[in-house]
């Protein structure tokens, strides 16, 4: 689950080998959610049954939904539909269709530890531009993977992401970003997934081994704005645009990136 623009702190913590762990304890348990969420995936099936399969997952390997209840969100994934960027409820009424695209935004916790991450797949048979934008999302997340090492920026983090999605025609959101994560689900520091006029203040801040991100590009078909529904929830694309989402946590180290949400 991403953290809007302005969450605030000034600590970024880093966390000892024994911390790590714990977390990527808990990224196996979200890896495993992920892989039968996307088994799961086909036309028919309600957004709620996965909400269902991913829940007891979860719990049956001894972790806890981090989503569930987090400032009274009522459900362990988000569910994310064609137009839907992030935050979408999951309905028995909401059914997927030949042709959607279905994104889940899901985290866990193991001992106090959190993990965190997102994807997006196709329902059945898709039009070649919705699987072109998940294959650019995706690749824009390998991108910027490849900037986790020990002494680069945040700057590079952003600026890996939205040059390879705007080289492709698409456009990053920006009203969203990604954030630390450790033993609380939003930690400093932010990570945009975009370079502002300025490029100051968190794009400087220096990558350090034992730091933890959740780095997550969301992309969008056509602008990048977004709009909010009434529920205080689900955020859409303001043109009805389709949009992707991907998301790993990953840990700094001295010889560069872990991702704790690797299956």
């Given amino acids: ?5 302005r969450v605030r702190g000034t600590r970024i913590t880093t966390k000892s080998h024994e911390q790590l762990e714990l977390m990527r304890r808990s990224g196996r348990i979200h890896a495993a959610a992920v892989a039968r969420l996307r088994e799961a995936v086909e036309p028919g099936i309600s957004t709620a049954e996965l909400d269902r399969i991913a829940e007891a997952l979860i719990r049956e ?3 806890e939904p981090s989503f569930k209840g987090y400032q009274g969100f009522p459900a362990t994934i988000c569910s ?4 839907v ?3 979408g409820i999951p309905s028995e009424d909401e059914v997927l269709e030949e042709g959607d695209i279905f994104g889940a935004d899901l985290g866990v916790i193991w001992q106090g530890w959190h993990s965190d991450g997102a994807f997006t797949v196709g329902v059945g048979e898709i039009d070649e531009e919705s699987a072109r934008l998940i294959r650019v999302t995706r690749g824009s997340l390998d991108r910027a993977l490849e900037q986790v090492a020990s002494g680069n920026t945040i700057r590079d983090i952003a600026r890996a992401v ?3 999605v705007e080289a492709a025609g698409f456009s990053v959101v920006r009203a969203l970003v990604g954030h630390g994560i450790g033993s609380r689900m939003h930690e400093p520091p932010q990570v945009p997934n975009f370079v502002d006029k300025q ?3 968190v794009y400087d801040t220096i990558l350090a081994p034992g730091m933890t991100l959740a780095i997550e590009p969301m992309v969008n078909a056509g602008g990048h704005e977004v709009v909010q529904d009434a529920d205080g929830w689900k955020v859409r694309t303001r043109d009805g645009s389709r949009s992707a989402h991907f998301e790993h946590t990953v840990a700094v180290t001295e010889d560069g990136c872990w ?3 690797a299956p």
Wanted: proline share 4%.
């Fill in 162 to 164: 939205q040059t390879h």
């Fill in 61 to 63: 390997a001894g972790g």
């Fill in 80 to 83: 994310q539909v064609n137009d």
């Fill in 1 to 5: 689950m991403m953290s809007g623009p």
């Fill in 199 to 201: 490029g100051r203040g």
């Fill in 85 to 87: 960027v992030v935050h």
């Fill in 259 to 261: 991702i704790l949400t």
